[in-house]
């Protein structure tokens, strides 16, 4: 299985690291892309995800209103709030896609969430996306 | 020489289109196959869509005649939210589609049918085609004809916000009104387009009808089909493309029976062919009894000669005379010569130009007020909308939830009414006049003319 | 010297593009006096045997418009390919996909369903066969058969210009054979239109405002709509900061919203997911409760970020379509 793990540099990521000073493990199924805020994601990235074969994808930041950067992660909330409609288009189901607020000392918390969704997506396994390793699928360079 | 011949692609019409040949030991056509290779899911993928998209979704169906979809699906929309368009808009809406009608029927007599009529059947294939005919009838025609078709095109610009693709069509009426400036540019170009509908018909007279070659196929059997004919009619049996009721005579010219869109089910029945993606229509009382004509098989024919066939008349004078010296060489009604289709489709194009002139003599339609909003969602969760595409009768049937998003949607598409007839008709001719006992060299072209001269359009066809 | 040889072709097409370039007006004569037109199914008696014959490279540019959605269309342009030195993308079908690729929201079997057995017009007699799905060819008579997606050109084979639009402008197109000509130059970034978005070109962007928070979107026959004001100011989705512009502003101007049929700015791969970011922005998020509730009010947010682009998404199409 396949999770991708977007977490922002600030309190997502910082609360993995706690996870492993406090020698917590998470499933080796949860793959972590660091970005400097989840409001940096950018749809298309998702997207990618998924058609490279993600299972499901979730993206953590920093609780509402303790975001770094202020606004990104309403941003983020947002736009995964559409994700979430748009996902099913394509016969992914929405609850593949998740999005999550800690604060840098909710190790616990972080270990918790990798849990449920691989419980949760194991559920879904019946349902596999079927996408494969193609992503855009362009012929190669222009000739002349 | 027992195998088939194989005319790929069929040329110069709007669509995708292949016809085979089968012959047998002796070098006789069996039977030929018109098939059509192309197909897209609209029935399938416009559901889940919002129902006031429809007429800009729809209308891709076809880049040739799309103001027929995009107004069928309007008026469908103005029957599910139960508004009517102010008068203005109705007559706005008309006025475009008989631009569009206008411009369509020029752009199939002189770049699709035309060169045939106007070069020759058999004339050298690298000729027959549009720069064939700027050769012959010289480039100051050629371009007085294109300019002509720009400047009707930009009538649907001016309501409908593209010379192709209109895209003002609402529940209700149109996203815009037009002001007195676009108003008048239009009555001029309508006056233009009366002479310019006048010159083409001199011209059919004079080059096409001349033609002893001509007249010979246009009355030969070979080019002849006894079938049932549908089309739209007014109040007072006369052809009309926007709204009325429609009617269907019988090959003796009797009416079998008249409907009103929303009651197309009843009337009309559709089979399919493993060899192609075009559905086949026939009339669902009459029955389904192979390729044949005659009063006994359900086998109908739409457009521009079948519209002439259900009428009494015409709406506008030089229309009417044009009608009448039709049937004056026939002698018959309702005329049953696929080649008058030809000839029937320049009638309908000075009809569509004097109508335009009429509309847009009328100051109502600079109104502001061009649309009704509805005032809550759908009153009605299913409706046809219906009108006459150049090629022939167009419904739109759409189903919706209270949502107005697009459940379910049958599309029975102009040419469609058509395409049994068009069939044998290919079939006739190549029956009639092709033996290939001692390597027939006659051009495959005249085969191509069976079909032309319907003014297929293929894209609508299969959908 | 010989005159060069122009090539117009298209795929699964509405034949719009056809009519783009009829469109160009007298300046088609002109264009014929200095090239010869040799392959052009809608206007010219050429036959795929004919084409077979010619060299390969010995048409100067063959404009391919409509979607690749028949097995016969992946071997025409592959055909044309050879024998055109240059391909160019002529549409927003072979740009981007077109409409015809919200077929990929299902898979072939219901397309085909839908159309040829769930239908009410439909007889139901015992020898109705799904065309070409019989795999007896004598019934079938070789029948081309439906690709399990719909492609946009680049997808199948390497195309060196694009023109975008659904319809294409004429100028547009008549720009790109004077290109081919020589008459005009090829632009940089390869395709024949504006560089910027939509926005940039809009008749309305004075009242743009720079910010803009919505509580619902409205649909847009749910009110009269103002002729002046930008559309997303009205609360009514519009696409045109997320499309290219060089249309004109056509819908616009008939007072209609943009639905992105010039494809997306360059750099951006999926103009579906670049309209979510979009839309994303538009939406007030004061309280975040009511963040669904305001998505919900988008009727059919797949089918308008996706109109014409779907075959050239990240994902292009469901996944019930990519399994074969």
Not at chain 1, 84 to 105: H, T
Request: aromatic share 8%; charged share 25%; hydrophobic share 35%.
């Amino acid at each position: 299985m396949n999770i991708i793990g977007f977490l922002c540099n600030w309190c997502s990521y910082e609360s993995a690291d706690g996870a492993g000073r406090a020698s917590l493990t998470y499933p080796e199924d949860f793959k972590i892309v660091r970005v400097m805020c989840s409001g940096r994601i950018d749809p298309q990235h998702i997207a990618q995800a998924f058609a490279l074969g993600a299972n499901g994808v979730l993206v953590l930041g920093c609780r509402l209103g303790e975001c770094h950067y202020k606004e990104g992660n309403r941003h983020a909330l947002k736009r995964i709030g559409l994700l979430k409609q748009l996902l099913p288009y394509f016969g992914i189901d929405s609850r593949r896609l998740k999005c999550a607020w800690i604060s840098a000392n909710d190790h616990e918390r972080l270990v918790e969430l990798i849990q449920e969704m691989k419980k949760e997506l194991l559920e879904l396994e019946g349902s596999e996306t079927g996408y494969e390793q193609e992503g855009i699928n362009k012929a190669q360079e222009v000739v002349s | 020489m027992k195998g088939k011949i194989d005319i790929n692609p069929i040329t110069r019409l709007e669509g995708h289109g292949r016809i085979k040949v089968m012959v047998d030991d002796k070098g006789q056509v069996t039977r030929t196959y018109l098939q059509v290779p192309d197909f897209k899911g609209f029935e399938a993928f416009c559901r889940g869509r919002p129902a006031e998209e429809m007429p800009i979704i729809t209308e891709k169906i076809c880049g040739v005649c799309p103001t027929a979809h995009h107004t069928a699906s309007s008026k469908a929309l103005d029957q599910l939210f139960g508004v009517q368009p102010p008068l203005a808009a109705r007559k706005l809406r008309e006025l475009m589609y008989c631009a569009f009608v206008y411009e369509d029927h020029l752009l199939h007599f002189y770049f699709f049918g035309g060169p045939d009529l106007i070069l020759g059947s058999s004339s050298p294939a690298p000729a027959r085609n549009i720069l064939g005919i700027s050769d012959k009838l010289g480039p100051g025609f050629t371009s007085q004809m294109m300019r002509i078709r720009d400047k009707v095109r930009s009538i649907t610009a001016i309501i409908g916000g593209s010379p192709l693709y209109p895209v003002s069509g609402l529940p209700g009426g149109l996203s815009k009104p037009i002001t007195e400036q676009d108003r008048a540019t239009i009555r001029e170009v309508a006056e233009d387009a009366i002479e310019f509908a006048a010159k083409t018909i001199d011209l059919f007279h004079s080059r096409v009808l001349s033609s002893s070659d001509f007249r010979q196929l246009v009355t030969s059997s070979a080019f002849e089909l006894r079938t049932y004919y549908m089309g739209m009619v007014d109040e007072a049996d006369r052809v009309n493309f926007y709204d009325g009721i429609i009617k269907i005579v019988g090959p003796d010219g009797r009416e079998l029976t008249r409907f009103h869109p929303q009651d197309y089910l009843y009337h009309l029945a559709e089979r399919l062919e493993p060899w192609t993606y075009q559905k086949v229509l026939y009339l669902r009382n009459i029955g389904w009894k192979g390729y044949i004509d005659g009063p006994h098989s359900g086998v109908y024919r739409v457009g521009p000669l079948a519209r002439l066939n259900v009428s009494e008349s015409m709406p506008t004078p030089l229309a009417q005379e044009e009608f009448d010296r039709m049937h004056e060489f026939f002698a018959a009604r309702p005329v049953h010569n696929t080649l008058a289709y030809h000839w029937a489709r320049l009638v309908e194009v000075m009809y569509a130009a004097e109508r335009m002139k009429e509309l847009s003599s009328d100051p109502v339609i600079t109104s502001e007020h061009v649309r009704n909003v509805p005032a809550n969602g759908p009153i009605r969760t299913s409706t046809v909308g219906a009108c006459e595409a150049p090629r022939g009768t167009l419904f739109h049937h759409y189903e919706i939830d209270e949502r107005a998003i697009i459940t379910t949607l049958n599309l029975v598409v102009a040419t469609q009414n058509s395409a049994a007839a068009i069939s044998m008709s290919v079939d006739k001719v190549a029956k009639s006049f092709f033996n290939y006992t001692n390597k027939e060299t006659r051009d495959p072209n005249l085969l191509e003319m069976a079909f032309r001269a319907y003014d297929p359009c293929l894209a609508c066809a299969t959908h | 010297m010989a005159k060069p040889k122009l090539a117009f072709y298209w795929c699964s097409s509405c034949g719009g593009c056809e009519e783009s370039v009829i469109d160009i007006g007298p300046r088609l004569i002109q264009i014929a006096e200095v090239a010869d037109i040799v392959f052009w199914p809608a206007a010219i008696d050429t036959k795929y045997s004919d084409l077979q014959l010619f060299e390969d490279g010995s048409i100067a540019a063959c404009f391919i418009n409509g979607s690749i959605r028949m097995d016969e269309h992946e071997q025409m342009v592959r055909l044309l390919r050879k024998k055109a030195r240059l391909v160019i993308a002529h549409g927003a079908c072979a740009h981007i996909g077109g409409v015809y690729g919200l077929g990929n929201f299902y898979s072939t079997e219901d397309l085909l369903s839908y159309s040829y057995e769930h239908c009410p017009t439909l007889e139901h007699s015992s020898n109705a066969a799904f065309p070409s799905l019989s795999e007896n060819s004598d019934t079938s008579m070789g029948l081309s058969r439906l690709l399990p997606m719909v492609s946009a050109l680049d997808q199948v084979v390497p195309v060196d210009y694009y023109i975008p639009g659904c319809p294409p402008v004429p100028d547009w197109v008549f720009r790109a054979i004077n290109a081919v000509l020589g008459t005009e130059p090829f632009p940089d970034n390869r395709i024949f239109a504006e560089k910027k978005a939509l926005c940039d070109s809009c008749p309305r962007r004075e009242n743009k405002p720079d910010k803009i928070k919505l509580t619902r979107f409205k649909r847009p026959h749910e009110s009269q709509l103002d002729p002046e004001t930008c559309f997303l100011a009205q609360g009514i989705l519009c696409l045109g900061p997320v499309t290219r512009g060089g249309c004109g502003s056509r819908c616009i101007s008939a007072n209609m919203p943009c639905r992105g049929c010039f494809g997306p700015l360059d750099n951006v791969f999926d103009q579906g997911m670049k309209g979510l970011s979009f839309l994303a922005t538009l939406i007030n998020d004061l309280t975040p409760d009511n963040i669904d509730e305001i998505i919900s009010s988008i009727p059919d947010l797949g089918g308008i970020l996706y109109r014409y682009s779907l075959p050239t998404s990240i994902l292009r199409g469901h996944v019930k379509a990519r399994k074969k």
